[in-house]
């Protein structure tokens, strides 16, 4: 079984921002194997179904970002998760421009609070993480300000296709591997309609 989580925060008002690229991709995730978000379980809204005959739990910790190890660890905990090959953690990054993503394997939380959280509570670096590019912060502004932003509407097409092209991979991972998923997706530009 995987568990897939999608970080962000949960309060309408945090919707469509970048900071909650996680759940978008999990939204496309949810959409494209008509799993049904309809149970409130771990502090995170989840949803269990089937991705190509695999068994998945989909996560979106309502614990917001800086606390989402509050919600994953212990799910993970309860299913005796192979936490290296099992867990599936998607998050934005400042430091990938919007419309590309990048997979690793592994890796430390590389400033992300929400990761840091998660390796606190799972107790290991050793998971894979899809990270959706979300662009640096403008000169001058807060990064709060900026990751707590909408999208620019010219960016909106790119960032749907992207949301797509992360349901992709999480496909890619759980019925290949992880290396055949950042051999396909690492470093592809991804466009708007």
């Known amino acids: 079984m995987y568990i897939i989580a999608g970080l962000g925060n949960p309060e309408a008002r945090f919707a469509g921002t970048r900071h909650n690229a996680g759940f978008d991709a999990i939204t496309a995730l949810s959409d494209k194997y008509n799993i049904p978000f309809d149970r409130d379980e771990f502090n995170a809204k989840t949803g269990r179904g089937y991705i190509e005959g695999e068994k998945v739990l989909l996560m979106k910790p309502m614990t917001y970002m800086n606390n ?101 991979a999480v496909t890619v991972i759980v019925t290949k591997n992880v290396n055949e998923a950042m051999n396909k997706f690492n470093g592809v530009e991804i466009t708007g309609d």
């Open 68 to 168: 989402s190890g509050e919600a994953i660890g212990p799910a993970a905990s309860f299913y005796k998760l192979d936490i290296e090959n099992e867990l599936i953690v998607i998050h934005d990054d400042i430091d990938l421009e919007p419309g590309f993503i990048r997979i690793r394997a592994k890796g430390s939380a590389g400033g992300h609070n929400g990761m840091k959280s998660i390796i606190s509570h799972v107790g290991s670096e050793s998971f894979t993480r899809i990270r959706i590019g979300v662009g640096k912060k403008p000169e001058g502004w807060d990064l709060a300000d900026h990751v707590l932003a909408r999208f620019p509407k010219d960016v909106e097409p790119v960032m749907r296709n992207v949301m797509k092209t992360v349901a992709d």
